[in-house]
């Protein structure tokens, strides 16, 4: 081969290293059909089990207090964050195919240690802080349907590391066809939470038209900002960009370009189901509490208890606690897939899945324990919220570098961003990066000086 077609491939068509997740690396076959419909039956998946993220106790945290208390007033800010959420996930998509590396890989390749190792442990915070909402959403909801006790429900959640072992060992698409049916179990659970709540749908409509006052409360904002790293999540731009490579598609552009188109479209259709769910929760708690007096119910246990009273419906909350479990099993999975990606891409270091499985879940389950322990069943609810917070703040190290990487010719190639792409990309990256130092200066106001502004 020519140096001058050398320079111009992006990677080499097999990576060096071996990929993230290599039991199930291009483990897919796509098939060799003009028929559209096979094709985008074959490439979905991966797009749903990055919309669990999406779904995640944490952002029911977020949504109940924001409609509780605010009302329809933040579903601008649900839509604007699954806008965000759909560009970022399909420039995932884009460097996954073009490169053949996942994100955390990418960044090994390109920045030195130092950064690498920085980008891992601010990574590996994110992923306990979003392991840490959907192990207290698991647990909450076994308390709630069965009585458990919360510290033994924590515990009882390492037993997804299990389930997940086996469903990898018969095939990726066991994993995806368990998510799929826990999404739709959610969302099914809020259709009908929907009804029973008859929401005012003018209300609703009006809900998604953006307001000067998010920006200019402080109170609004901070949910505000909480829904935002509740629905784009930091690790699920590693995750996307490793799980799309276990579809085997050919080596050549035409079919890269033809997985780009597919995946995408796969991960688009699954944020717009998680954006159902996202608005589903606030809309009722919006139309349950808010307009009811019960603007301070923030916390899961308390929805849970009300529900049912309220609407006047006796099922209505057996049927929240069985999505909220739902909800939470299916994201601890695609948190453990995600904390493996990390690992290996970032440090080369390859734990045993098992392994690597378990220390994840308990990174998530020690602060828990410790936080039932000391403060009681009530911090829940605010550990929830901040675990948020915390997401949002790592949004930045994950989101700069996938915009640098996909608008970079030498790395893509004939893939690059184009210049709209780019643009948008960036103009995304800034706010989100604008958001999170504000709140980080809020955060640290408050503390210096005990305002609650």
């Not at 990677?11 to 796509?30: A, D, G, N, T």
Request: charged share 15%; glycine share 6%.
């Amino acid at each position: 081969m020519k140096n001058s077609e050398c320079k111009q491939m992006p990677f080499p068509e097999k990576p060096i290293r071996k990929p993230s997740l290599p039991e199930v690396y291009r483990s897919i076959k796509i098939p060799n059909t003009k028929s559209i419909w096979r094709k985008m039956l074959a490439y979905a998946g991966p797009g749903y089990l990055i919309s669990v993220g999406y779904i995640d106790p944490g952002n029911w945290a977020t949504d109940l207090a924001g409609g509780a208390k605010f009302g329809y007033a933040l579903l601008t800010v649900i839509m604007l964050s699954n806008l965000m959420a759909i560009l970022m996930q399909s420039l995932c998509v884009r460097l996954g195919v073009a490169t053949g590396r996942d994100l955390a890989q990418a960044c090994r390749d390109n920045f030195s240690w130092r950064v690498n190792f920085g980008l891992w442990v601010l990574c590996e915070i994110a992923i306990a802080a979003c392991d840490l909402a959907e192990v207290l959403g698991s647990a909450i909801a076994l308390q709630l349907l069965f009585g458990i006790p919360l510290s033994w429900g924590v515990c009882i959640t390492a037993l997804d590391v299990i389930v997940l072992l086996l469903l990898q060992n018969k095939g990726f698409r066991y994993t995806e066809a368990l998510v799929i049916l826990l999404v739709a179990t959610v969302g099914i659970c809020f259709a009908a939470e929907i009804i029973f709540s008859r929401p005012d749908l003018g209300g609703v409509l009006l809900g998604y038209v953006p307001k000067i006052e998010i920006v200019q409360n402080p109170e609004m904002l901070y949910i505000a900002i909480g829904i935002l790293g509740a629905t784009v999540m930091p690790h699920n731009l590693y995750l996307h960009s490793s799980i799309v490579q276990t579809r085997d598609w050919e080596s050549t552009s035409q079919k890269k370009w033809e997985a780009i188109k597919f995946s995408t479209i796969d991960s688009t259709v699954a944020l717009c189901f998680a954006l159902f769910i996202n608005s589903a929760i606030l809309i009722i708690a919006a139309a349950t509490f808010h307009f009811s007096g019960y603007q301070d119910v923030a916390e899961i246990q308390d929805a849970y208890k009300l529900l049912s009273p309220l609407l006047g419906v006796n099922a209505a909350s057996a049927i929240f606690g069985l999505a909220l479990l739902a909800s939470g099993q299916s994201s601890t999975l695609t948190a453990t897939l995600a904390g493996q990606i990390v690992m290996e891409g970032f440090l080369n270091l390859r734990l045993k899945p098992w392994l690597r499985r378990l220390l994840t879940r308990l990174i998530a389950i020690i602060p828990a324990l410790i936080s039932i322990m000391l403060l009681g069943e009530k911090s829940t609810g605010g550990l929830l919220i901040f675990s948020q917070v915390v997401l949002s703040l790592q949004l930045s190290f994950a989101v700069v570098p996938l915009v640098m990487f996909t608008s970079n010719k030498r790395l893509m190639g004939e893939f690059v961003n184009p210049l709209w792409l780019k643009v948008l990309s960036w103009l995304v990256a800034i706010v989100i990066s604008s958001l999170n130092a504000w709140l980080l200066l809020q955060t640290i106001s408050s503390y210096l000086f005990g305002s609650s502004s």
